[in-house]
T-cell receptor, first 111, second 114 residues
Framework: DAKTTQPTSMDCAEGRAANLPCNHS???????VYWYRQIHSQGPQYIIH???NNETNEMASLIITEDRKSSTLILPHATLRDTAVYYC????????????FGDGTTLTVKP | GAVVSQHPSRVICKSGTSVKIECRSL??????MFWYRQFPKKSLMLMAT?????????EQGVEKDKFLINHASLTLSTLTVTSAHPEDSSFYIC??????????FGPGTRLTVL
């Protein structure tokens, strides 16, 4: 799996958009970008994934650059409950579970 | 989305005893499940891949005789920490893969060895 780099921590004001970047410059053509988050003392929660097109679901949007070397997870209206560690992972679709979790970004949403 | 459960959510045991942790996929069948360990303020580390009906595959550095994995059905995998010691205290998380290759995580089990 390709490695990813993310900022260690970020703050966001409640109600504002949270933009979490991820660099994956060595991503292969068949590797997807997955985002998970982990709220304290809970298991990781799937957020969204994409290959090359931008994706949106009820939780977030995923913007992938044209060269696929980086991506941004957008939480459009952050709430206090979005405070968590966010992990960006790149992997082949068939390798679910074999993903390497980096240190992630600790997002703190402040009132 | 699919639901994965773990039992127990929290366990405290004495040094030298064995502890079994269950991981269940509640509304789907999972031929493959995964076990992770997470130390405080650290990321998840894959310990082993559990395959239904066959032996688990362990990651480098993980003792297979200490962390026994059994995946006897398509909805249940168990991790037994044998002869637990304080350094085995950690947050153990399982995940299950569905037929679409999506991965769903359990809520985790906090193990404390006294």
């Amino acid at each position: 799996d390709a490695k990813t780099t993310q900022p260690t921590s970020m703050d966001c004001a409640e109600g504002r958009a949270a933009n979490l970047p991820c660099n994956h410059s060595t991503i292969s053509g068949n590797e997807y970008v997955y985002w998970y988050r982990q709220i304290h003392s809970q298991g990781p929660q799937y957020i969204i994934h994409g290959l090359k097109n931008n994706e949106t679901n009820e939780m977030a949007s995923l913007i992938i650059t044209e060269d696929r070397k980086s991506s941004t997870l957008i939480l459009p209206h952050a709430t206090l409950r979005d405070t968590a560690v966010y992990y960006c992972i790149v992997r082949v679709a068939s390798d679910a579970g074999k993903s390497t979790f980096g240190d992630g970004t600790t997002l703190t949403v402040k009132p | 989305g699919a639901v994965v459960s773990q039992h127990p959510s929290r366990v405290i045991c004495k040094s030298g005893t064995s502890v079994k942790i269950e991981c269940r996929s509640l509304d789907f069948q999972a031929t493959t499940m995964f076990w992770y360990r997470q130390f405080p303020k650290k990321s998840l580390m894959l310990m082993a891949t559990s395959n239904e009906g066959s032996k688990a595959t362990y990651e480098q550095g993980v003792e297979k005789d200490k962390f026994l994995i059994n995946h006897a059905s398509l909805t249940l995998s168990t991790l037994t920490v044998t002869s637990a010691h304080p350094e085995d205290s950690s947050f153990y998380i399982c995940s299950a893969r569905d037929h679409l290759n999506e991965q769903f995580f359990g809520p985790g089990t906090r193990l404390t060895v006294l």
